[in-house]
């Protein structure tokens, strides 16, 4: 039986109960319906700030280990919440890091925005910008909005509402359906 394809969660925050990364966990946890599975990354923190001097050979760990994760991944999922108008600096931080390497380049790649209506374009803005620039493969079907109500998230960090986790479930399926010419990862 093939491997399922595997697609990284990205979370632009590091907020303790964050709404965005209940979204991506409770994609995570929908991942097997829709025959992927979703891989959470949690190094965020961990990364060093970004200086072009230090996007060389060798790599700080944290970076190689970024820089793997995306590579072993068929998609991209991402889900960052938005700070003064754009991304936050420390999820800014980890895409500067993709822009040095080629694992990201033509990589299926989406967002889901868990910002209240009418809130969260910057953001959205600065990620399409920032995409383009190590030219990622955006899945547009696949960027969508699903505003999270912390009244839905339970005390495992899960959005219950069913709504919510059907919109996810057809997130991932639409950013496996766009990477099927990718194999899944550790395939090649």
């Known amino acids: 039986m093939p491997a399922l394809p595997v697609i990284l969660l990205?979370?632009?925050?590091?907020?303790?109960g964050s709404t965005n990364e209940?979204?991506?966990?409770?994609?995570?946890?929908?991942?097997p319906s829709a025959k992927v599975r979703a891989v959470m990354y949690d190094?965020?923190?961990?990364?060093?700030?970004?200086?072009?001097?230090?996007?060389?050979?060798p790599l700080p760990a944290p970076v190689v280990g970024l820089?793997?994760?995306i590579d072993r991944a068929a998609a991209v999922l991402i889900c960052t919440p938005e700070y003064a108008g754009t991304l936050p600096g420390s999820f800014k931080n980890l895409l500067d890091w993709t822009v040095g390497g080629t694992?990201?380049?033509?990589k299926p790649v989406a967002?889901?925005?868990?910002a209240a209506p009418h809130r969260g374009q910057g953001a959205e803005a600065t990620l399409r910008a920032v995409l383009g620039y190590t030219g990622a493969d955006i899945v547009e079907s696949a960027c969508v909005k699903i505003p999270v109500d912390r009244g839905t998230v339970d005390e495992d960090g899960l959005i219950d509402d069913v709504g919510t986790r059907?919109?996810?479930?057809?997130?991932?399926?639409?950013l496996v359906a766009s990477g099927e010419r990718v194999p899944a990862a550790g395939q090649a």
């Open 103 to 106: 694992e990201i380049c033509d």
């Open 43 to 57: 190094g965020l923190a961990e990364l060093p700030h970004f200086n072009p001097d230090d996007d060389t050979d």
């Open 67 to 69: 820089r793997a994760a």
């Open 10 to 16: 990205l979370s632009g925050s590091l907020r303790a």
């Open 111 to 114: 967002w889901v925005n868990a």
């Open 22 to 31: 209940a979204l991506l966990r409770t994609a995570q946890a929908v991942a």
């Open 166 to 174: 059907r919109q996810l479930g057809e997130v991932l399926g639409r």
